[in-house]
């Protein structure tokens, strides 16, 4: 079996995280909850600000948590940002292929605390920690680790109150 060729991704928009600006440990602290989602595998998840209930398998519900410190970090981040996950993988956790719901917005926005493998498509990229990178949430990604590490990820993605669906309410 050839293994795959990883890239190193440059992001071109955002920039990059101080990791001693103690976000991490910040994040690692707050109220996660399991996550049931079907695509993901070791995983707890915690919804900034936004209500979110998956609707396909609806074994999930997550209250919006407010946390000012949380949310002006994400408004550095993506001035427009309207809903966002602080989502905590184990060793071993992964998400699968997806596409992002639609009610989430038109561009994702991430930052890991650790290395991972970013894969968009059928292309692969070597994503470093504290890198904030930006992807059209449409197109179907996964990612999993690169370490051995707990890894912290913030997502956020653009506000867009016309795609809002059902399963996304704003608070």
């Known amino acids: 079996m050839q293994r795959p060729y990883y890239k190193i991704m440059k992001p ?8 001693n600006s103690g976000i991490w440990d910040y994040l690692n602290q707050l109220p996660f909850k399991h996550d049931t989602y079907k695509t993901t595998v070791k995983r707890k998840i915690l919804a900034i600000k936004t209500e979110i209930q998956y609707k ?6 997550l209250p919006g948590y407010r946390d000012e410190r949380v949310e002006a970090f994400l408004s550095r981040i993506m001035p427009t940002w309207g809903t966002a996950l602080v989502l905590r993988y184990e060793p071993g956790g ?10 989430y917005g038109r561009t994702v926005c991430t930052v890991s605390s650790e290395p991972y493998i970013l894969t968009l498509d059928t292309v692969h990229y070597k994503i470093l ?5 930006s992807f059209p949430s449409k197109t179907v990604h996964s990612a999993h680790h690169e370490t051995n590490n707990t890894r912290l990820v913030l997502c956020c993605w653009e506000f867009d109150k016309s795609k809002l669906s059902r399963s996304l309410t704003t608070s």
């Open 129 to 133: 920690a504290n890198t904030v990178i």
């Open 12 to 19: 071109t928009k955002i920039g990059r995280v101080d990791p």
């Open 94 to 103: 992964k998400i699968s292929p997806h596409r992002d719901t639609t009610g």
């Open 56 to 61: 396909y398998n609806g074994n999930i519900y």
